[in-house]
């Protein structure tokens, strides 16, 4: 029952990731600036909800975020799940300015957005494998897994200027 329940609530973030109340021109001029900033590697997505491997979509409060600044990855965001080892100081996936390994680029099948893969390696032996989708609209989620945890979702905004009308 609650894999049905996030499986339609993954549907129906993917259905609202694709309509939207902005002109054709609002929609490029979104589009542009996403692309833009996704192949500078200067970016910022907001959480605004997780799911953990064996639990609910759980809504967050603002604060929760991953930053990639050209060759490094900032990250404070939550977890829930079961970790292989007590993690050390306050638990959750925090790094500042740690090195990105593996970093990949490509267009998703659809051509309607960005699928990101790279990973971390912490000073705690924490070793992360993010894997992002980001939609031309800002829309975006990713997942992060350890070889020390079990994996965990999020979901959220690309944080991009905004469009005046």
């Known amino acids: 029952m609650k894999q049905s329940i996030t499986i339609l609530l993954i ?6 990731c694709t309509s939207s109340k902005m002109t054709p021109e609002e929609k490029k001029l979104k589009q542009l600036q996403v692309s833009s900033m996704i192949l500078s590697k200067e970016y910022t ?4 909800q997780m799911s953990p491997s064996k639990g609910g979509v759980v809504q967050l409060t603002g604060g929760h975020y991953l930053r990639i600044n050209g060759e490094y990855a ?5 977890y829930f ?3 292989h080892v007590a993690p050390h100081g306050e638990g959750g996936i925090q790094f500042e300015q740690e090195k990105i390994e593996d970093y990949e680029v490509k267009k998703t099948k659809k051509e309607d957005g960005w699928n990101i893969s790279f990973r971390i390696d912490t000073p705690d ?12 609209n800002g829309n975006s989620s990713f997942s992060v897994s350890s070889s020390k945890r079990d994996p965990i979702s999020f979901y959220g905004e690309l ?7």
Do not use: M, Q, V
């Not at 549907?11 to 609202?16: A, H, I, P």
């Not at 032996?125 to 031309?136: E, N, V």
């Not at 944080?159 to 009308?165: H, L, R």
């Open 81 to 83: 799940g079961r970790a």
């Open 159 to 165: 944080e991009t200027p905004k469009i005046n009308k």
């Open 45 to 48: 997505i907001n959480a605004t």
């Open 125 to 136: 032996l924490y070793g992360y494998h993010f894997f992002l989708t980001i939609f031309d």
């Open 11 to 16: 549907g129906l973030f993917l259905f609202s």
């Open 74 to 78: 900032t990250a404070y965001l939550p």
